[in-house]
């Protein structure tokens, strides 16, 4: 079983539509969570921490479950420019931070 | 400022040639780390540097692959006697990652813009 666990997608969704991505991890111990966002021959980069609480950015939700060990991503009001491949991150504390292979959002006008 | 840089941007050698890939991290941060991720594939991590302690080599697939970070900066990653497979894009990250007692600050890494290398 890999360490974290996304659905791969692609998710195709009109503008203007509400998207949530969801993300198994195995490890409990687990300590931080993130989410990245990859365009298209691009290098990974922060969209958002996840905290216990949840937070929100803007059009963005994110959540932690940490019982059933699962993080969530909510885009409200997709944008064309919200296409990408978002990657579920976790930090187990052990070493380097453990990608999961993302989920491709394709945002159609 | 400046974020993490890699070169080249692109590399296409022959198979079986060595080749050195380039990361220079963004200045003060501890932490740095190669990933490799294949076409359509998600990030395998390779190699972790931290500070003065020894590397974590525990993601590098085989003894063909090395790294080293000079002066606690700049890193260069190795592969020899490269293989078809060893095509892929090498991303370097680095972060701002410390240790105060038993507690671990959060790691937010900060990627370059990765190397291609196509082994023919």
């Known amino acids: 079983r890999k360490e974290v666990e996304q659905d791969p997608g692609p998710f195709n ?4 539509a509400t998207v949530a991505f969801n993300c198994t991890y195995s490890n409990s111990a687990s300590q931080s969570f993130f989410w990245y966002r990859q365009d298209c021959r691009k290098e990974p980069k922060l969209l958002m921490s996840v905290y216990s609480s949840g937070n929100e950015d803007g059009r963005f939700t994110a959540q932690l479950n940490r019982a059933s060990q699962y993080i969530s991503l909510l885009i409200r009001d997709s944008k064309l420019s919200d296409s990408a491949t978002y990657l579920c991150v976790v930090d187990t ?3 380097a931070l453990t990608f999961g292979s993302g989920t491709r959002l394709q945002v159609q006008p | 400022g400046a974020g993490v840089s890699q070169s080249p941007s692109n590399k296409v050698t022959e198979k079986g040639k060595d080749v050195e890939l380039r990361c220079d991290p963004i ?6 780390y190669w990933y490799r991720q294949s076409l ?3 990030l395998e991590f390779l190699i972790y540097f931290q500070g003065n302690s020894a590397p974590d080599k525990s993601g590098l697939p085989s003894d063909r692959f090395s790294a080293e970070r000079t002066g606690g900066s700049v890193s260069t990653l190795t592969i020899q006697r490269t293989q078809q497979e060893d095509s892929a894009v090498y991303l370097c990250a680095s972060s701002f990652r410390y240790r105060v007692g038993g507690l671990r600050s959060t790691d937010t890494q900060y990627f370059g813009p990765g190397t291609r290398l196509t082994v023919l």
Do not use: D, I, N
């Not at chain 1, 969704?13 to 203007?16: D, K, R, T």
């Not at chain 2, 200045?27 to 740095?32: N, Q, Y």
């Open chain 1, 93 to 95: 504390g052990r070493r």
């Open chain 1, 13 to 16: 969704v009109p503008e203007g």
């Open chain 2, 27 to 32: 200045s003060g941060h501890t932490a740095l």
């Open chain 2, 40 to 42: 359509g594939q998600g």
